[in-house]
């Protein structure tokens, strides 16, 4: 790498939320940038008016500043409210348009960009009869033979116009691309692209180039979506006479079915997974993998050791696999380095809401990790809840005396049994109700004797399932008064 200082920028539009592909390509230009003891830059594109999204920016830091991807220059956040911290402001694009309009007049002045005033018909014929011709797409470039007296006439008599950049119809553009090695494109396939509308404002394609040449961007790291915009913005450079930045286009985001992962397969944006209860740390460490492997067997990195380990020359150049199982697997990995504190409040957060204070701190503390082994996310409990599997940790079950029996075994069996284990656990000391200790005494009871018609009803008088954890694990979240409560009531109800 040059002396240049290494500035990298992610420059999301606020048409949306944040998502977890702008995630990725925020996070990889930030790990550039703190890998080179450089600066990671936030801009705001917002020159489409009509895809500006209310609170779209907003929404867009407070997504990175949770995942800690932090920009240190740009639209940053203080305190909650958005700001902009640097020297090469305005960072956001609406703000910076007498700057577009300044280049875009030096560009027509050395006719390297020119007037166009073709109506959206006289387009719209362009591209039929381009299509018919089996043509790419694009202008055809009859505007650039109007003469300077015609263009004054129009530009005087107001008419609606455009500019547009004067792509050379010969040669080649080439860059070595960071991930995808050398890319080339015919220039005579390279559109004469609008680069200021008739609103005045500029279009993406100018406001880059203009923006990251004046912000002393050293390194574009954007999607592979953008790849055949590259032509265009180098052009640009050339004609301006500036060194362009280096590129690289990140390889797009599939779907386990290979298709384009989009919204309509689920959640894409950042803050859907983290009211699901994916922690900042899985989904950092998980994004950092979609394209990119350290080419080891290792698999879990801190945000730390992702600045030490990631390089763009590891990224892939082709499609990355969105697998939410991964992702949960990841979820899990973080969760369970939690200590207990943090693990009982990530759980007391997503305990529907009926269960608040029905525990004591004591029973949520067992409780937590029990928890831990059958989810993989917070919203997981809602959905344990849904098929009945949390409820009788906190509420008392109700059941068939019958569901008490077990096989063949008479009643009356089954209740002294009942007895017997009332018997056996009201004799230990409420702090000894720990699994193995519960376990312990039971089984020493049972030693001589037939397990099930005991560890059944048992069971079944805790938690009113077919299926739950054994009775020693759910007693020691109970605790003994409300163990011994559960166990009363099933003696009552196999009494009658
Ligand atoms: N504003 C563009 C976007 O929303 C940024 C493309 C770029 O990084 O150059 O993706």
Redesign the pocket.
């Known amino acids: 790498m040059s002396d240049q200082k290494v500035v990298t ?5 606020p ?1 949306g939320f944040l998502h977890v592909g ?1 995630l990725r ?1 925020a996070l990889y230009s930030y790990l550039v940038a703190k890998q080179n003891n450089g600066t990671f830059m936030l801009r705001i ?1 917002d020159t489409d008016r009509e895809r500006y999204v209310e609170g779209g920016i907003q929404n867009i830091l407070e997504s990175l500043y949770w995942a800690n991807v932090i920009p240190d220059e740009g639209v940053t956040l203080k305190s909650g409210e958005i700001t902009q911290t640097g020297s090469h402001g305005p960072y956001v694009q609406s703000e910076r348009l007498s700057i577009y309009k300044k280049y875009a007049e030096q560009l027509i002045e050395n006719n390297h960009a020119f007037y166009c005033f073709c109506t959206p018909e006289r387009l719209a014929e362009v591209r039929e009869e381009r299509q018919k011709n089996k043509l790419p797409p694009g202008y055809d470039g009859f505007c650039k033979k109007v003469s300077k007296e015609e263009v004054a006439q129009k530009l005087a008599n107001k008419q609606n116009h455009v500019i547009r950049l004067n792509m050379p119809d010969e040669g080649e553009t080439v860059w070595k691309d960071l991930i995808h090695g050398e890319v080339s494109f015919k220039n005579s396939d390279v559109d004469d692209q609008v680069l200021m509308k008739s609103d005045g404002y500029p279009t ?1 394609h100018l406001a ?1 180039v203009v923006d ?1 040449h004046e912000m002393q961007v050293s390194h ?4 592979d ?2 790849i055949s ?1 590259t032509p265009k913005h180098l052009q640009l450079y050339k004609y301006f006479g500036w060194t362009a930045p280096q590129f690289a286009h990140l390889p797009l985001l599939l779907n386990p079915d290979k298709s384009k992962l989009s919204k309509r397969q689920g959640d894409v944006a950042v803050i859907d997974y983290k009211e699901k209860g994916y922690l900042p740390e899985a989904l950092v460490n998980f994004v950092a993998f979609l394209g990119w492997n350290p080419g080891t067997e290792q698999e879990i990195f801190s945000l730390e050791e992702l600045i030490t380990a990631f390089t763009l020359q590891k990224v892939g150049k082709s499609g990355a696999v969105f697998n939410l199982e991964k992702l949960d697997w990841y979820n899990r990995e973080y969760l369970k380095k939690m200590s207990s504190d943090e693990l009982v409040s990530y759980i007391t957060t997503f305990l529907p809401e009926r269960f608040n204070g029905k525990l004591s701190v004591e029973a949520l503390n067992n409780l937590a990790p029990i928890l831990l082994e059958r989810i993989s996310k917070g919203s997981d409990l809602a959905l344990m809840d849904h098929n009945g599997e949390l409820g009788y940790f906190f509420e008392r079950p109700s059941y068939p005396v019958e569901k008490l029996l077990w096989k063949n075994t008479a009643k009356d069996i089954i209740l002294s049994n009942i007895e017997d284990a009332l018997q056996e656990l009201g004799s230990l000391p409420e702090d000894a109700f720990s699994v193995e200790q519960l376990k312990e005494k039971i089984m020493e009871f049972l030693k001589d004797k037939e397990k099930g018609p005991m560890l059944h009803p048992l069971r079944f008088s805790l938690s009113g399932l077919d299926k739950s954890p054994d009775p020693f694990v759910i007693a020691s979240v109970l605790g003994k008064t409300e163990t011994l409560e559960r166990l009363k009531i099933a003696k009552e109800l196999l009494a009658k």
């Open positions: 920028r992610f420059a999301p539009s048409t702008g390509t594109e993406y880059v990251d574009v790291i954007r999607g979506e953008w915009s």
